[in-house]
Nanobody, 116 residues
Framework: QVQLVESGGGLVQAGGSLRLSCAASTSIFMFNTMGWYRQAPGKQRELVTTITSGGSTYYADSVKGRFTISRDNAKNTVYLQMNSLEPEDTAVYYC??????????WGRGTQVTVSS
């Protein structure tokens, strides 16, 4: 059974940084894309960023220039470096892996809280 386990969340002041990690229980090459979603209280889960097996990336407009997704294939881990954090970034962050045509995997999430 494929598992994705997030870590690295926590409480940080506005302007600070955090790095999230998503460790997969299998080779991340099995995923066509991996990414991060987030869900703030009372809001729908939203896409933050993705990275393909070839290394192509996508970022939501709200995080462009502040967040960076990367992958370490040897460690089967995807990272999310978050800089210049804002209170609006407060949410539970979920790791996601997609294998075409229709398999989707989720982690349990890690809480990120940004204080003003």
């Amino acid at each position: 059974q494929v598992q994705l386990v997030e870590s690295g969340g926590g409480l940080v002041q506005a302007g600070g940084s955090l790095r999230l990690s998503c460790a997969a229980s299998t080779s991340i090459f099995m995923f066509n894309t991996m990414g991060w979603y987030r869900q703030a209280p009372g809001k729908q889960r939203e896409l933050v960023t993705t990275i393909t097996s070839g290394g192509s990336t996508y970022y939501a407009d709200s995080v462009k220039g502040r967040f960076t997704i990367s992958r370490d294939n040897a460690k089967n881990t995807v990272y999310l470096q978050m800089n210049s954090l804002e209170p609006e970034d407060t949410a539970v962050y979920y790791c996601n892996g997609r294998r075409f045509p229709g398999s989707v995997y989720w982690g349990r999430g890690t809480q990120v809280t940004v204080s003003s």
